[in-house]
T-cell receptor, first 112, second 114 residues
Framework: QKEVEQDPGPLSVPEGAIVSLNCTYS??????FMWYRQYSRKGPELLMY????GNKEDGRFTAQVDKSSKYISLFIRDSQPSDSATYLC????????????FGQGTRLTINP | DAGVIQSPRHEVTEMGQEVTLRCKPI?????LFWYRQTMMRGLELLIY????????DSGMPEDRFSAKMPNASFSTLKIQPSEPRDSAVYFC????????????FGSGTRLTVV
């Protein structure tokens, strides 16, 4: 079993829809949770960063962490074609530049 | 800052040849990571350095793979001899230990071994 599980998709939704992306994990010691966005033929870029359980909002994006269920989510409101990318969850044990464990990534397409 | 710089962007080589991938991290970052990405396996950590010292190389698949970081501004990942199954996109990333922003990735090197 992988430490971090993420449905690779692909996921295709119409413009304006609310998108929900999810990851589950097995190691209860993970404390820091991140979402990266990767456009085609580019490197991943950090989108959201959260610590422990709770919600964090940044514009149209909301990250949720439920440590009791070992489940994290990323919601995108009012989705735009420019949001079309692969979204990867990542997590680590302690803050800073330690070893990140990535999910497989979910490929998302927003249709105009 | 120009970000993490990787070269070459694309590499096509024949099986059995030596391949060297290069990375220049962001100035001041003290961690450097090498990842490999494939459709089947996603992003896999190969090795990472802290202050130029290799910390964890447990992800290096075989002895054919080696990585060095001779100074704070340069790292190489070498595959010798290369095999078709090494075909993947190789990413370098760097980070500050104290940062809460995760890693900064380069644009990757797309390696094709024929």
């Amino acid at each position: 079993q992988k430490e971090v599980e993420q449905d690779p998709g692909p996921l295709s939704v119409p413009e304006g829809a609310i998108v929900s992306l999810n990851c589950t994990y097995s190691n209860s010691a993970f404390q820091y949770f991140m979402w990266y966005r990767q456009y085609s033929r580019k490197g991943p870029e950090l989108l959201m960063y959260t610590y422990s359980s709770g919600n964090k909002e940044d514009g149209r994006f909301t990250a949720q962490v439920d440590k009791s269920s070992k489940y994290i989510s990323l919601f995108i409101r009012d989705s735009q074609p420019s949001d079309s990318a692969t979204y990867l969850c990542a997590m680590t044990l302690i803050q800073g530049a330690q070893k990140l464990v990535f999910g497989q990534g979910t490929r998302l397409t927003i249709n105009p | 800052d120009a970000g993490v710089i990787q070269s070459p962007r694309h590499e096509v080589t024949e099986m059995g040849q030596e391949v060297t991938l290069r990375c220049k991290p962001i100035s001041g970052h003290d961690y450097l990571f090498w990842y490999r990405q494939t459709m089947m396996r996603g992003l896999e950590l190969l090795i990472y350095f802290n202050n130029n010292v290799p910390i964890d190389d447990s992800g290096m698949p075989e002895d054919r793979f080696s990585a060095k970081m001779p100074n704070a501004s340069f790292s190489t990942l070498k595959i010798q001899p290369s095999e078709p199954r090494d075909s993947a996109v190789y990413f370098c990333a760097s980070s500050l230990r104290a940062s809460s922003g995760g890693y900064t990735f380069g644009s990757g090197t797309r390696l094709t071994v024929v």
